[in-house]
C-alpha cells in the first residue's frame, strides 16, 4: 500500500514569497491533516479536511495561509507571503475517517527555508 | 502552555541500557499515541492506548497509559541504535475538539 506522498521535499525562498506544497493521501483515506513542525517541536495542526470540506482551521493563519482539497483526494497548502518564521517543515497525514483519527499516517513532509 | 509535556528532551544513551520517557498533562485524554520519527522523515506511529492502566508492548518497547488517563510512559528494554529518533507522544484530549495535539518529544540518541 503506497503511503501518502508529498513534494517537494525541500524549498528554499525569500521572504514575502510565495510557495505551494502538494500532498497526496494514502488511497481510500477521507479525512487529510496539514501540520508545521517547527525545529524542536512537536506538529501542530494547521488544517483538517474531511473529504473536501474543512473540519478544523482555528490555527491556520488565514492571512497568508490557504489550502484546498478540491476533489476529496490531494491537497495543497499556499503560503502567500511567507515570512522568516514560516521555516519549518510542513507535514501532510490522512486517515480512513475522522473516527479513525488516532490512527494517522504521516508523508515525509516539505521542509521549507524562508530566507 | 504546553498540553503535553515530555521529558526528559533529550536522552543519549549507550547500547544495551534500559531507559523510560514520560508524557504528562493535566488534561485527560481519550485516547494517547506514540510516534517514532526519524530525521527527514514524518511521524510513524508505535501505539495507541485508549483505557487507562493499559499497558501494551512492542518487542522491547513498552507503552502504559495511567489510570486517570492523564499521563503515559514509553520503556525501552535493551536499547539498540536504530532506536534513534524523536519520540513523540499525541492524544485527543476529552470533551475537547478532535484534533491531535502532540508533546514536543524526547530525542533519544543510543550510542554503539
Known amino acids: 500500500e503506497a503511503g501518502v506522498a508529498q513534494s517537494p521535499r525541500y524549498k528554499i525562498i525569500e521572504k514575502r514569497q510565495s510557495v505551494a506544497f502538494w500532498c497526496n493521501p494514502i488511497?481510500?483515506?477521507?479525512?487529510l491533516y496539514w501540520y508545521q513542525q517547527i525545529l524542536g517541536q512537536g506538529p501542530k495542526l494547521l488544517i483538517q479536511?474531511?473529504?473536501?470540506?474543512?473540519?478544523?482551521d482555528s490555527q491556520l493563519p488565514k492571512d497568508r495561509f490557504s489550502a484546498e482539497r478540491l476533489k476529496g483526494v490531494d491537497s495543497t497548502l499556499k503560503i502567500q507571503p511567507a515570512k522568516l518564521e514560516d521555516s519549518a517543515v510542513y507535514l501532510c497525514?490522512?486517515?480512513?475517517?475522522?473516527?479513525?483519527?488516532?490512527?494517522?499516517?504521516f508523508g515525509p513532509g516539505t521542509r521549507l527555508t524562508v530566507t | 502552555t504546553q498540553l503535553l509535556e515530555q521529558s526528559p528532551q533529550f536522552l543519549s544513551i549507550q547500547e544495551g541500557e534500559n531507559l523510560t520517557v514520560y508524557c504528562n498533562s493535566s488534561?485527560?485524554?481519550?485516547?494517547l499515541q506514540w510516534y517514532r520519527q526519524e530525521p527527514g522523515e514524518g511521524p510513524v506511529l508505535l501505539v495507541t492506548v485508549v483505557t487507562g492502566g493499559e499497558v501494551k508492548k512492542l518487542k522491547r518497547l513498552t507503552f502504559q497509559f495511567g489510570d486517570a488517563r492523564k499521563d503515559s510512559s514509553l520503556h525501552i528494554t535493551a536499547a539498540q541504535p536504530g532506536d534513534t529518533g524523536l519520540y513523540l507522544c499525541a492524544g485527543r484530549e476529552q470533551g475537547g475538539s478532535e484534533k491531535l495535539v502532540f508533546g514536543k518529544g524526547t530525542k533519544l540518541t543510543v550510542n554503539p
Open positions: 497525514a490522512s486517515s480512513l475517517d475522522l473516527r479513525t483519527a488516532y490512527e494517522q499516517y
Open positions: 488511497s481510500g483515506h477521507a479525512t
Open positions: 479536511f474531511q473529504n473536501n470540506g474543512v473540519v478544523d
Open positions: 488534561s485527560v485524554f481519550s485516547s
